[in-house]
T-cell receptor, first 113, second 117 residues
Framework: GENVEQHPSTLSVQEGDSAVIKCTYS??????FPWYKQELGKRPQLIID?????GEKKDQRIAVTLNKTAKHFSLHITETQPEDSAVYFC????????????FGTGTSLTVIP | GAVVSQHPSWVICKSGTSVKIECRSL??????MFWYRQFPKQSLMLMAT?????????EQGVEKDKFLINHASLTLSTLTVTSAHPEDSSFYIC?????????????FGSGTRLTVV
């Protein structure tokens, strides 16, 4: 099955700085890569996703890049704010219809005011 | 749209008893739902894929006789933890996506925190 690795496991940044989280995947058939933000005790919330036919996608302060050849994708958060503090998970999935996600190990992001 | 309700949000049970967790898609139909388990400060681990009208597909290492999954309708999947033990204590969470409106993406339920004493 798919194996998703995520780094770093913890990340602290000063408010206003940028944060980058990286993930790699093993199955070249994976073609959908969402990123989730999970606050303590709450459900994961989708913040951005990218499909394999796109190299980069941006939504305000959040962007995701994908390198299919190297099988890695990254989450970029600019102008970080304290409310960005949470655990972030990347995931990989094959196909568009009802396929399961395989999650990375998570990154605990702390934004220091 | 795309709301997934999970119930109960937390439950405490005695060792040896069974606990049923429900996952409902409120405003869409989902032929497939997924069940995950999350231990404290760890990632979500896929347990099984729940398929409406057929048997669930379990991930390697997940005991199908212990974690019973029933997906009897297009809006409801249930996970029953049978003969629960303290090591089953965890955060269980489901996810689903509309069979028709694929652009909505996957939505997670609010999760169920199970404590077995």
């Amino acid at each position: 099955g798919e194996n998703v690795e995520q780094h770093p496991s913890t990340l602290s940044v000063q408010e206003g700085d940028s944060a980058v989280i990286k993930c790699t995947y093993s199955d070249s058939a994976s073609n959908y890569f969402p990123w989730y933000k999970q606050e303590l005790g709450k459900r994961p919330q989708l913040i951005i996703d990218i499909r394999s036919n796109v190299g980069e996608k941006k939504d305000q302060r959040i962007a995701v890049t994908l390198n299919k050849t190297a099988k890695h994708f990254s989450l970029h958060i600019t102008e970080t704010q304290p409310e960005d503090s949470a655990v972030y998970f990347c995931a990989a999935s094959i196909g568009n219809t009802g396929n399961q996600f395989y999650f990375g190990t998570g990154t605990s992001l702390t934004v220091i005011p | 749209g795309a709301v997934v309700s999970q119930h109960p949000s937390w439950v405490i049970c005695k060792s040896g008893t069974s606990v049923k967790i429900e996952c409902r898609s409120l405003d869409f139909q989902a032929t497939t739902m997924f069940w995950y388990r999350q231990f404290p400060k760890q990632s979500l681990m896929l347990m099984a894929t729940s398929n409406e009208g057929s048997k669930a597909t379990y991930e390697q290492g997940v005991e199908k006789d212990k974690f019973l999954i029933n997906h009897a309708s297009l809006t409801l999947s249930t996970l029953t933890v049978t003969s629960a033990h303290p090591e089953d204590s965890s955060f269980y969470i489901c996810s689903a996506r509309s069979s028709v409106r694929a652009n909505y993406g996957y939505t997670f339920g609010s999760g169920t925190r199970l404590t077995v004493v």
